[in-house]
């Protein structure tokens, strides 16, 4: 199975904010080292939970320190973002973790904290709101240079997407993409898209029955055994995990972790979070009795025990047709001595029974052509990777001749558009029109014709890498000459 670890601390003041940041970089660290298949970050603003805010920012900081290890954002509210600039940064994630990353996504919840007021939607169009910000997202990565714009005027967004997406993803495609939600009809609406699902907590007999209408979504579509089961491995679903020594010590320790979460109500239900694990919910009728409201939540957030009894729970899971348990250790207000506990005794002895796997990385046509080996590139990616990238040679160059007479000093305006090259060149005053300019490859060809020190035609060949270029200038029949530049 797939054993994933989410980043979710609550900071009851200003002053836990950078320990509780602190915290989970080093819990991602040491997941990453212990074999975990992604760690993930969420997304939220103004209230007391995960107070990183920015879960992109956290890719970057980690990227180099995870392996083998993903990155997911648990969940990132994609109604409160511009749909470019999201595209921008959730392709830097995926550049930065050679695609393994994937970002989960909601509409938001409406109650939790004023979002939608504090950024100036209206909650009740939420689902309207995310499906048009999606359509221009998707719309964003598929966006090539030379392509028509993309207009993006709708009431919430404005603009438009001219020349290219910088960076591009490193996953053809654009990143892979998941949404969180518990709705029947949504799973099946993700499904047909080919995205994963992120469930919110739910008893495990609903997790199940929710993926297995997922796979029935897949397979209707016609993908094949492999293709279903690869999908539905990208899905998850959460828990809160509390090791201890004793089964009495973990449920203590959730008592204090986890017992005053205000889901519950428990001003009148005196039964401890160990009595309510035991409630049995396996019919319909007591999952909908209101008496039973604070058991369900318990055995749909939290897992509690020894190490042999979490790791007998959690097979469960895989065995019920759930392949990924996104664990959760940072429960409740900032307590990290608790978190670390519960956390490290988890690595130890509950993660080498799992048979744990990690996520492959993308490999051949899941990759961008341009970040391929270059024996397994399209024969045209160099053309290619010019024109997804016109900026690259663009701009003032000032170049150096290496002539028989002397060095010979050479200003060079140019400007690549798809395969071609335009400009001018100004040498000893003058200046002249670049002619029969061409891109191939990584290299540039173009012709100029001057007058001094006397009437002749210059041909250049050159090859730009960052801000340095290099190549030759050859007047007619005279043996080519070195030339070497620098962007000004």
Same mark, same amino acid.
């Given at each position: 199975?797939?054993?994933?670890?989410?980043?979710?601390?609550?900071?009851?003041?200003?002053?836990?904010?950078?320990?509780?940041?602190?915290?989970?970089?080093?819990?991602?660290?040491?997941?990453?080292?212990?074999?975990?298949?992604?760690? *993930?970050?969420?997304?939220?603003?103004?209230?007391?939970?995960?107070?990183? %805010?920015?879960? !992109?920012?956290? $890719? @970057?900081? &980690? +990227?180099?320190?995870?392996?083998?290890?993903?990155?997911?954002?648990?969940?990132?509210?994609?109604?409160?973002?511009?749909?470019?600039?999201?595209?921008?940064?959730?392709?830097?994630?995926?550049?930065?973790?050679?695609?393994?990353?994937?970002?989960?996504?909601?509409?938001?919840?409406?109650?939790?904290?004023?979002?939608?007021?504090?950024?100036?939607?209206?909650?009740?169009?939420?689902?309207?709101?995310?499906?048009?910000?999606?359509?221009?997202?998707?719309?964003?990565?598929?966006?090539?240079?030379?392509?028509?714009?993309?207009?993006?005027?709708?009431?919430?967004?404005?603009?438009?997407?001219?020349?290219?997406?910088?960076?591009?993803?490193?996953?053809?495609?654009?990143?892979?993409?998941?949404?969180?939600?518990?709705?029947?009809?949504?799973?099946? *609406?993700?499904?047909?898209?080919?995205?994963?699902?992120?469930?919110?907590? %739910?008893?495990? !007999?609903?997790? $199940? @029955?929710? &993926? +297995?209408?997922?796979?029935?979504?897949?397979?209707?579509?016609?993908?094949?055994?492999?293709?279903?089961?690869?999908?539905?491995?990208?899905?998850?679903?959460?828990?809160?995990?509390?090791?201890?020594?004793?089964?009495?010590?973990?449920?203590?320790?959730?008592?204090?972790?986890?017992?005053?979460?205000?889901?519950?109500?428990?001003?009148?239900?005196?039964?401890?979070?160990?009595?309510?694990?035991?409630?049995?919910?396996?019919?319909?009728?007591?999952?909908?009795?209101?008496?039973?409201?604070?058991?369900?939540?318990?055995?749909?957030?939290?897992?509690?025990?020894?190490?042999?009894?979490?790791?007998?729970?959690?097979?469960?899971?895989?065995?019920?047709?759930?392949?990924?348990?996104?664990?959760?250790?940072?429960?409740?207000?900032?307590?990290?001595?608790?978190?670390?506990?519960?956390?490290?005794?988890?690595?130890?002895?509950?993660?080498?029974?799992?048979?744990?796997?990690?996520?492959? +990385?993308?490999?051949?046509?899941?990759?961008?052509?341009?970040?391929?080996?270059?024996?397994?590139?399209?024969?045209?990616?160099?053309?290619?990777?010019?024109?997804?990238?016109?900026?690259?040679?663009?701009?003032?160059?000032?170049?150096?001749?290496?002539?028989?007479?002397?060095?010979?000093?050479?200003?060079?305006?140019?400007?690549?558009?798809?395969?071609?090259?335009?400009?001018?060149?100004?040498?000893?005053?003058?200046?002249?029109?670049?002619?029969?300019?061409?891109?191939?490859?990584?290299?540039?060809?173009?012709?100029?014709?001057?007058?001094?020190?006397?009437?002749?035609?210059?041909?250049?060949?050159?090859?730009?890498?960052?801000?340095?270029?290099?190549?030759?200038?050859?007047?007619?029949?005279?043996?080519?000459?070195?030339?070497?530049?620098?962007?000004?």
């Amino acid at each position: 199975m797939y054993v994933s670890v989410f980043m979710g601390p609550f900071s009851m003041s200003a002053q836990q904010d950078l320990p509780n940041i602190e915290l989970c970089l080093r819990q991602a660290e040491a997941a990453a080292a212990a074999g975990f298949a992604m760690v *993930t970050f969420g997304e939220q603003h103004f209230n007391n939970y995960e107070p990183y %805010c920015n879960p !992109f920012l956290m $890719a @970057a900081r &980690l +990227a180099p320190n995870l392996g083998e290890t993903w990155f997911g954002t648990t969940i990132v509210p994609l109604v409160l973002h511009h749909p470019f600039r999201l595209a921008e940064d959730s392709s830097v994630v995926d550049l930065l973790l050679r695609g393994r990353f994937i970002m989960g996504m909601s509409a938001g919840r409406v109650g939790f904290s004023p979002d939608f007021q504090n950024f100036g939607l209206d909650p009740a169009r939420r689902h309207e709101i995310f499906e048009s910000k999606l359509d221009l997202l998707q719309r964003a990565y598929a966006h090539a240079p030379g392509d028509q714009p993309i207009v993006m005027d709708t009431e919430w967004d404005r603009g438009e997407l001219n020349g290219r997406l910088m960076p591009v993803s490193w996953r053809a495609g654009g990143p892979l993409l998941a949404v969180g939600t518990n709705t029947d009809a949504t799973i099946e *609406t993700t499904a047909g898209r080919g995205l994963a699902v992120f469930l919110g907590p %739910c008893l495990r !007999f609903e997790a $199940a @029955a929710k &993926l +297995a209408r997922y796979r029935r979504v897949l397979a209707d579509a016609g993908h094949d055994p492999d293709t279903i089961e690869t999908m539905a491995a990208r899905c998850l679903v959460t828990r809160h995990v509390i090791v201890d020594r004793t089964d009495d010590e973990a449920w203590q320790r959730a008592e204090v972790m986890a017992g005053r979460n205000p889901l519950m109500d428990r001003s009148t239900d005196t039964r401890s979070l160990r009595e309510l694990a035991q409630v049995d919910l396996s019919s319909p009728d007591a999952v909908r009795d209101p008496a039973n409201r604070n058991a369900v939540h318990v055995q749909s957030w939290i897992l509690a025990g020894t190490p042999d009894s979490v790791t007998a729970q959690l097979r469960a899971y895989a065995d019920a047709g759930v392949p990924q348990v996104l664990t959760r250790f940072t429960v409740g207000a900032y307590d990290p001595q608790r978190i670390a506990d519960s956390f490290q005794l988890f690595v130890d002895e509950v993660l080498p029974n799992l048979d744990a796997q990690r996520f492959p +990385a993308p490999t051949g046509n899941e990759i961008r052509a341009e970040h391929r080996p270059a024996d397994d590139r399209p024969a045209d990616i160099n053309v290619t990777d010019r024109k997804d990238n016109p900026m690259s040679a663009s701009g003032t160059w000032n170049a150096t001749i290496d002539t028989p007479i002397g060095k010979q000093q050479v200003v060079l305006q140019l400007s690549v558009d798809g395969a071609a090259v335009t400009g001018t060149a100004t040498q000893n005053g003058a200046t002249n029109p670049l002619l029969d300019g061409a891109v191939d490859g990584d290299d540039l060809t173009w012709k100029s014709a001057v007058q001094q020190p006397f009437p002749m035609t210059l041909t250049y060949k050159v090859s730009v890498s960052g801000d340095e270029m290099s190549g030759t200038a050859q007047a007619g029949q005279f043996p080519p000459a070195r030339l070497t530049g620098k962007r000004a």
